[in-house]
């Protein structure tokens, strides 16, 4: 029988109705024959309330007792869900974390999974059982105990089901159709896609575009799940959505597929670093430790045996930073003339997987900022990514003229 | 190490800081050297706000779901127990039914506890935890699934927990400050009873004075455990509350130790049914098919191969009793001259172990109710109880007067 996984998430499951509205989607899948696995979050709100209590009892709470106390939200919408279903007459039956198993490592309230375990719900499904609803976010640790995957950790789980039973697809049910080319609440202009590559979904996702969780592509990437972005709130057909897949499977691709920003970035400069080895090691080991999440890198060139080491990170971590370099300079295990911050940048980025065989889009990005006047403060690229900061109050502007520009309103 | 369970029901752990009260309760114990297994309830309105989404999704619902998603709001209490213990330097952890385990059958949403391991939990007391807080009103099936108890299901869980475990006493607190002599709503002379017999606990909790639930009270007797039931909205010393115990554990008890009442009762006649014999079994046969508490049974003398058959159930189920009697009637599988239903009456109870050893009680009860110029309608007696119904509009003056007539605001 062929296998679906389907996975709605708290906006999708946040009251009685909307999991009427769930499970009939659920039902249109079995009806056209698909054996189906469907994972759910808690109802949208609850699991703030119970991480709320929890914070409220205890503040350097024990991860264990939290995953115990969190993972219970999950519970009850698989329970309702399961009855539901059941009221529409498709063979359907929960299955909480420990149950399935769900394997996870004893990293409580961040849990990796180890081992998802298909012995029990094959047999369900051999014995003619249509859904198992499995409860998301949660597994069991070595010791027995109730673990939580962390923030994201349902759509984690849903691509985990997929590998693991072999889906044919991973559909992510969510309160946005699907994976857009921008913004658009900043572009109008913006297009939904109809497939993306996983590749580009990573940089999309870890560039602020929060549809699916960085770490649920990634592990679709590697076990090559198909995966289908798609709204819960429309009627939904067979090619609804976004599909995330493998590059291969787009066979013409734009270059550019996708303009993502991030408002809140700050550069931050070391005028005058002593230029020697192990310098940069230094620094960033240095705001690692602060817990500083640094993003873009860049060092200038060097003249009399001194460098200007400039990076970014969200503005809310600026002082942090600060505090950190300027104690290593206190300690005499860093030297530089001055630490200069800028707090009023934002990050625009272009992606796509077609600039890896076509020359030419950095300079086009940059001819297009400076037409709009746009001055460029920092640049870094990979492979499938150019990115740049920019004064904030033209963050708009520039997305606008890069969607424009690369002509992402227009499907390829 | 002596062992102590305590249990907080719903209304004792319905917000953080009624935790942090009892959690200080549980602390007490720790300081006088006592392991403690504490047993909680989820906070006060969640199982209903549960029951009331199941219900809604689905009328007929599968009780294994039911379970699956009524059990989580003990699952939360537990955690967030364990947290403000831990805050507390208590070492402390939750256990949820299937990680103790509790085994019951597979009688899903009033399953019966067949085996508590102690194994686990002894294995951590010996490692130097303090306090287990376990999630009552659950188990584990032999199927690996999620039951319930049923109402009242986590006094059960602390008595069994308590007979497993070997434990010192049960405390059960909760929202009133122990077993009263009777309703203190009706008759303020009422006076708390410091010890009360299981058997007289057992006859009170069938008659509607609801501090525990008569299935915890059942099996205490059978396993000994003491049973203290106490307030948690008090100070206590370890004097406090009700002790519910063996009854050679009571010195001198008085005669009577309580005078209980139940508002809601019907009594119903079947007038000059042909008595032959099995005509009790067919009548009460019928009425157990159509789910009728029967509770009195008072059958009168025959007269020319004719008696009147009488019996009490609550009012609301009146209805259910004609209907299911006249249903057999006109089928000629029964044969009477008249149904009479009178739905305003009450019945009034005295209780004490003391009765078996004294006789003249059932006289002296009578002679005060006929001394008020209150009728009796019926009579029936145990071993240990005197119970009759009377017009509904003399309950509290019955009560009172027999109150004061066997002298239960004087301790013995």
Redesign the interface.
């Known amino acids: 029988m062929p296998l679906l996984v389907m996975k709605f998430g708290g906006t999708s499951v946040a009251n009685?109705d909307r999991?009427r509205r769930a499970a009939k989607r659920v039902g249109v899948e079995v009806a056209k024959g698909y054996d189906v696995i469907v994972i759910v979050s808690a109802m949208s709100g609850k699991t703030n309330e119970?991480v709320g209590?929890?914070g409220?009892?205890?503040p350097l709470?024990?991860a264990?007792?939290?995953d115990?106390?969190v993972?219970?939200?999950e519970?009850?919408t698989?329970?309702?869900m399961?009855?539901?279903l059941?009221?529409m007459d498709v063979p359907a039956?929960?299955w909480?974390g420990?149950?399935v198993p769900l394997k996870t490592n004893s990293a409580h309230s961040q849990a990796r999974i180890e081992e998802i375990g298909t012995e029990n719900i094959n047999q369900k499904f051999g014995e003619g059982m249509k859904v198992a609803v499995v409860a998301g976010f949660q597994g069991i640790s070595p010791e027995?105990?109730?673990t939580t995957l962390g923030r994201g950790g349902s759509d984690t789980t849903a691509v985990a089901f997929a590998a693991a039973f072999g889906a044919e697809r991973c559909d992510i049910y969510t309160d946005v159709d699907g994976v857009y080319t921008t913004d658009p609440r900043i572009c109008e202009k913006a297009r939904k896609l109809d497939k993306i590559a996983f590749e580009e979904m990573l940089e999309l996702a870890s560039l602020g575009a929060k549809v699916l969780q960085t770490r649920s592509v990634e592990l679709a990437m590697r076990y090559k799940v198909k995966l289908r972005v798609l709204s819960s709130f429309e009627e939904q057909s067979d090619e609804a959505g976004t599909l995330v897949c493998d590059e291969e499977e787009i066979m013409e691709s734009n270059v550019v597929n996708g303009v993502a920003y991030s408002r809140d970035e700050a550069k931050l400069t070391c005028l005058s670093v002593a230029d020697r080895p192990g310098i940069a090691a230094t620094i960033f080991g240095c705001l690692s430790d602060a817990g500083v999440n640094v993003d873009m890198i860049v060092q200038n060139i060097s003249e009399d045996g001194r460098t200007d080491m400039t990076f970014s990170c969200p503005t809310d971590q600026v002082q942090r930073a600060e505090l950190a370099l300027n104690a290593y300079k206190e300690k005499g295990e860093l030297n530089f003339a001055e630490l200069v911050a800028d707090t009023g940048v934002a990050k625009i980025s272009v992606v796509g997987i077609g600039m890896r065989s076509q020359s030419g889009v950095a300079a086009k990005m940059f001819k297009v900022l400076s037409d709009e006047g746009i001055n460029i403060k920092v640049i870094t690229t990979s492979e499938i990514k150019i990115s740049v900061l920019v004064d904030r109050k033209y963050m708009e502007l520039a997305v606008q003229a890069l969607h424009d520009a690369f002509e992402l309103d227009k499907a390829s």
Do not use: C, F, H, P
């Open positions: 009685l999991i119970l209590w929890v409220e009892t205890s709470y024990d264990r007792e939290y115990a106390v993972s219970s939200g519970n009850v698989a329970g309702l399961a009855l539901t059941q009221e039956r929960s909480q420990w149950q027995g105990r109730i």
